[in-house]
């Protein structure tokens, strides 16, 4: 299925053997995807004449990764979706770890960014890359290629994909019973209207999104939620060329007053977008406004598509309850500032499915909610230090409009760019240079100080 919506499409690099020129370090478990063994609690009944079964709920990065993990190491797997050519309104961008460690194939790459421009409210434009080296970049994949190519390869490794809408579940009265899901299947037989199912199992992973059932399911509770706004623009040949490695983004209250929006390189058209959380009503206003910032870069381009989806702010309150756990952005594992979420949905769904298969022995034991507390505990600990750093980053730079000239100023600064690309690309807090570091302090304050004394005049000016 990948490979035909691949070959639809002009301006791909189709499968090659085109050798590796980059090495990510990466743990050989997670690298090769090898076979867990470890000891399950000695409280863990073991299962007999069966396997554990676990249903996971959404097929996109999270709940691909997490089928995944589960089929080849011995777990019954069920992957529910509803949506086979699901085209979220996502810019598309992943980290060049993610290609390695998740073993991605380049040919679902429609382009390798090695440049960005960060452009500020009064249109300053900061050139952004001169930091990165020759094999690095920033991958741009559209989510119907990329969610589709993880779950063939789930399937492929044992797990039943079924095109089904996940409508709630029953929840057990005690550790024995499973939990009973409801859902339409759409086999094709029934024509639209689909066929109502039921399936028992005894763990679900719910990677079903913003809107998660499954969160609804276990009372996770509710969280704020940006509107994400995009449209796909197929612009002139000539006009392409400029997009080929580039990215760019806007800043400024005109396209988003708590956001930016962006202008991402497809295979052969421009994702334009936007995002907002405390002014959704004007959603389309921004997008406008992001249109017309790169107007003259997209001029002439044909709106092939429109798509708007919720995009989390911040975890859940519950992200866990007996046997079920959420993960992606069903468990609001997006970032403040950046918006980044398919590497963190990908992985969150890897590490709980990891925890159950360790839990459960290769899937011969019943696990508990101990088992997934690990995935949370390790999840936090790992990743909990950037979701607060971005988050102080958005409540400082994204304020005002002298704040957001502030962070485009401090953006060009070579160190910053160095560090900012370090830690995105490989997901690893990169190590500092302590002068350094005491000079991007000292540059960060007079910004800020520079940045609030304008803003102190613009108020005096609209009085």
Known sequence: MASIALKSFTGLRHSTPEPSHFHVPIPLPLARHQRFKVTASKSSPKLTNRNLRVAVIG?????????ETLAKNGIETFLIERKMDNCKPCGGAIPLCMVGEFDLPFDIIDRKVTKMKMISPSNVAVDIGQTLKPHEYIGMVRREVLDAYLRERAEKNGARVINGLFLKMDLPKNQEQPYVLHFTEYDGKKGGLGEKKTLEVDAVIGADGANSKVAKSINAGDYDYAIAFQERVRIPDE?????????????????????YGWVFPKCDHVAVGTGTVTHKGDIKKFQLATRNRAKDKILGGKIIRVEAHPIPEHPRPRRLSDRVALVGDAAGYVTKCSGEGIYFAAKSGRMCAEAIVQGSENGTRMIDEGDLRNYLDKWDKTYWPTYKVLDVLQKVFYRSNPAREAFVEMCADEYVQKMTFDSYLYKKVAPGNPLQ???????????????????????????
């Open 59 to 67: 097929g996109g990065p999270a709940g691909g990764c997490a089928a």
């Open 239 to 259: 006009k392409m060329v400029y997009y080929e490695n580039l990215a760019e983004m806007y800043v400024g209250d005109d396209v988003s007053p708590d956001f």
């Open 437 to 463: 570091d005491l000079k991007l302090a000292v540059n960060t304050i007079g910004s800020l100080v520079r940045a609030n004394a304008l803003r102190n005049e613009m108020e005096k000016l609209k009085v």
